[in-house]
């Protein structure tokens, strides 16, 4: 937040808060990742597409959005992003 001092900045709790918005952003799409505890489910071809889109565009646009945000922000926001960018 712009006008608090750094001491007051809730980091952690923001980091909590931002790694469950992106969870809750990109869950279809972490869906269609096969894992070993659930099968891959089968998702029509034209469905896959919209989700992938979707949530590389909301995602692309939380990205430019950050770019001129303070450097913990930042850091906030590429570890919450990690997951998605590494599937």
């Known amino acids: ?3 608090l001092p750094e001491s007051e900045q809730q980091w952690p709790l923001r980091s909590i808060n931002h790694a469950s918005l992106i969870s809750a952003l990109s869950r ?3 869906s269609l990742k096969p894992s070993a505890t659930a099968p891959q489910r089968k998702v029509p071809l034209g469905d896959t597409k919209v989700i992938i889109h979707q949530t590389l565009s909301v995602l692309e646009d939380i990205v430019e959005n ?9 850091q ?11 599937m």
């Not at 950050?66 to 930042?74: A, L, N, V, W």
């Not at 570890?79 to 960018?85: A, K, M, Y």
Request: aromatic share 12%; charged share 20%; hydrophobic share 20%.
């Open 1 to 3: 937040w712009p006008n």
């Open 28 to 30: 279809d799409y972490h």
């Open 66 to 74: 950050i770019s001129g945000e303070s450097t913990k922000s930042r």
């Open 76 to 86: 906030i926001c590429y570890q919450s992003l990690q997951e998605s960018v590494q």
